[in-house]
Structures are given as structure tokens and as C-alpha cells.
């Protein structure tokens, strides 16, 4: 059952995309993302993949033509980073606003300004609240198994909204690592083909897309829309148990790592979940009760899930590689002490911002962050909520 | 960290193909079956500015993914980097080092940093690179001399990985003249 290649986090994707033939890619190319649609062009270029390639002039039509594309009834699919997706903003809400079921993958990187490349995830958390779901990498594989999963989670009757898979830039897109593929058929298997329940093109039965709506059905719309995320969480765990039953890689939308019995823990997401478990595994050589909980499905919060892998935990400290500005922590934190209000077995909650801008995360610091919370577990005070790991001073 | 892992760093100047030494050894350890990552520092590359790429190689899945800092050994593709970077930072007692160089062990490792303890190999890749390849391109020579100064892979492993590689991507014959700079250059880290 399918191969090993050695591959980057771009060509992971790529690779995927290919396996999944969308019916049609618009893109625009901008660092880190440029390597996988250049891929993808590639297949496009070769024949290997029957997909209409829509080369735009920005991220905005890039969206655009995918919407497009969508509501006339063809499996959409297209990737950004950073400035590129700030640039689809408008569309991005309108697109799970009219229930389409696009996929994106989104290679993480810093928004300007100043000009910066690299990785954080500022770029995905400013889309924390447009309706789409997001699914967070730890590394290539779950990137190349994520975006499989997506399609099947988005075409999903019940939920039919947007997914946006993302990947850290540079850590994973242009790391090279070792990536199980599966068959093409496999793939096919698994996605199916789309059938979508409204289509432009099926002018037998017409339908209007994105009309005016005012005061009388606007807010109702919007709960449909809620309803439709409320849903996605069942769908995206039952996807991703079919995922790992047909093909031995599991998920969740979250991961207890050593948590059960853990005393302090650390929430992470994307690759620096990674580099936690390996200290993780260290402290606990060294006969630590520690702890992690990562992060997979951020949109929806799966908040009970999150409150019952944490509660009764001594303390807890949530990595956030984003700001929000004028906020009480960074976006995670937020949303993980939202989910202990009223709770009384709650841990104490602090909060680290790092690695903005690419900034080197470093089992050094995951070991900073552990101290802290022992000292915390020990001793009952905390010296600061919200912290930072690796700031220059 | 556990040191079930080797890590590689390599340093070069833009053009040289410290990124691609770094992913053609990740590729040939993937490619036997083993676990391995491969990346390069991303900077403002220029050519003949100088670079740095990394490789880690084990036998279970790599979690990491951060920098390595603690290399077991350092390739490096150009002898005036010395005069530039400390290329033996953050290397271990008994690390390795190995450097493209015309010059003796002796004047290199009077360069050096750090002193003590190091396994020093010089092997003058670019001139072996004229002789077999017939391009000053010394990042194939240098993995050659990588493995046979650290046997992190089997070489015969490595030389069927580099035919196979560079008949598909260029020709057979171009793919004849790496695998004999490889050899020669192993051969000649074997007798060092």
C-alpha cells in the first residue's frame, strides 16, 4: 500500500493535490506557498491531472475563481500564505458564507509588516472567525493526510464550509522529510467523487447565489452557518477515524500526549508539537509528570474536548505563535481559558507568544515553559500570565 | 535529546550546493528506509554568500523541528568560510569535521576553533570534482568523504541512490562521473 518519498511540506501537499485532481485550481504565488503550486503546475503542465489551472493576477481572484468555480458545482481547491490570504480577506468570508465547500491550504508565515517570510501563524488567526475550519500540521505527513481529509470534511452534507489546512512555512514546507503516499486509487477511494447538492451548471434546477439579504433572512443565514460549524466536529472526527482504519495513520481533533496522568502540560500547534513530545519524552525519562495537548482542529474549538483532556491539571501553559492585539493572550489562550470559565477543577492558565516571524523554537524553550509551570505547581504563584519564549531583551 | 540521531550541518557559499548535499543525503537515508529531514537557513542567499543546510538521520520518525545545534558533524564545502564562521560551533567532543581544502590537516586545524578532540578530514573535493566531473562542484565529492568518515549510511547505498538520481535528472554518463568522484572520494577519507 503505497510508497515512501522523500519530501518537502510544499510537495507533500502538491502531491496530494494531484492525488485528489480537483475539478479546479486558481492560485497566485507568493513565499513559502510559490513551491506548491509551482508542483502543482507542473502536474497540470505534464497531464496528470485533469484540473482547470486558473493562473490570476492576486490572491483576490485567485479566491474569486475558486468561488466561482465552487458555486458552479466543480471541487475547488487553491493555497496562500500570509499577505496573500490577507489580500483574499473579503472573499474568504464570502466563501463560507455561500457554503462552498473549497479547500486551502495555507503555508504559515508572518503578515507585514515589516516584511518578514517566515513562519508564524498570524496569517491563519486573522481568519480565526470567517467561518472556515482550520486544521493544523504537525509535520508533512499530517499535511499531505490533512489535505485528503479536507475535501471529505468540507463536501460533508452536514457541514459544507471551507477547510483551511495549514502548514508551517519553511519548518515543513521546505523541509525535506520522509512522507508514506498512498495509492492514487486509494485517494480517489477515499474522496470520492463530488456530487454537489446545488450546482450553476445544472441549469435543470436553477438556484441564486449571494443575493442581496437584508434584515429579513441575514441573521438567519448566519445561524445556518453556525449550525453547519457546530456539526463539523463529529464530521471531522469520523473522517478522520475512516482515514486512519483505511490507512493506519490516526487523528483527532486534538492529541493527549503523556497527558492522562500529567501534573503541568503545554498546548501546542503545528510543528512545535513535535519538538514537544521529544521533551516531553525527555522530563519524562527523568520521572516528570508532564504533558501535551495538541491542537489539531482549531476551527471549531473543540471546547470539551480541550476542557476534559486539561481539567484537574496543576498548571498549563498555551503556545501561541500569533498576536492579538489588545487582547487578553494570544488567540489559543483566549479560547482555552474561555473553556475553563465556570469550571472549578480548572488548572492555572498561562500564556507564551513565540516564535513570531520565524523566530527559532528550541527545546530549551519548551524546557523554560516547563519550569514555570513546576515552579507554578509548586509553589501556587504566578509571576506572569502572559509571557514570551525566545524574546530578545 | 536522545542521540540516536546523527546531525549534519553543512556550511558553503551560494552556488555551491550545500542545500542540495543536505537533500540528496535525506533522500538516499529515506530512500533505505530510514527516517531523515533535510533543510537549508533561509536568509538573504546570494551567490558566494555563505550558507548553511542541515540533515538529520535516524531510525524513527524525527518530531523535531527545530534547528540543529548540536551537530555530530560539519561538512564544509569552502575553506575561506573559516575565516568567516565558527564552523565548529556547538559541536560535541569527538565531533567530525570535514573540509574542502588544498591546504594540509595541519594548516586547517590551526584554523579551527575549537581544538580539542575533533575528528579533522581534509580531501581537496573541488580539484577531484575537475578531475571526474569536470565542474569546480564540490558538494557530490563531499558526500562521498561524509560517509566515509562517518559510515551514516552504507556506501553502496549512497552510490546506487546517486545513479539512480542523476541518470533521471541529467544522464548516465553524468551519473558515471559523480558515483566515481563519490568513490575516490571515500576511498581517499578510508586511507586518511
Redesign the interface.
Known sequence: MGKVMALTGNEAVAEAMRQINPDVVAAYPITPQTELMHKFAEYHADGLVNTELVLVESEHSALSAVVGASAAGARAMTATSANGLALMWEIVYITASLRLPVVMAVVNRALSGPINIHCDHSDAMGCRDSGWLQLYSENSQEAYDNTIMAVRIAEHPDVLLPVMVTLDGFILSHTMERIDVLEDHEVRDFVGEYKPRRALLDVEHPFTVGPLDLTDYYFEHKRQQMEGMAHAEAVVEAVSREFGERFGRHYDTVEEYQLEDAEVAIVAMGSTAGTSKEVVDELRQAGEKVGLLKIRMFRPFPYDRIRNALRGKKAVAVLDRAVAFGSYGGPVYTDVRATFYGVSDAPVLVNYIYGLGGRDITPAHIRTAFDQLKSIARTGRVETLVGFLGLRD | ??KKMTEIRWHGRGGQGAKTAA?LL??AA??V????????E?GPERTGAPVRAFTRIADA???????I?NPDTVVVLDPTLLDVVDVTEGLPSGGVVIINTSASKQEMAAKLRQQDQLRLYVIDATKLALETIGRPIPNTVMLGALVGATEVLPFDVLVEDLRDKFSKKFSPSIAEMNVEAVKRAYEEVKKA
Not at chain 2, 528506509?33 to 537549508?40: E, L, R, S, V
Not at chain 2, 520518525?61 to 534547528?67: A, D, G, Q
Open positions: 535529546m536522545s537533500l535525506a533522500e529515506i530512500d528506509g530510514k527516517y531523515a529531514q533535510a533543510f537549508p533561509y520518525p524525527i518530531r523535531l523541528h527545530s534547528p545545534e
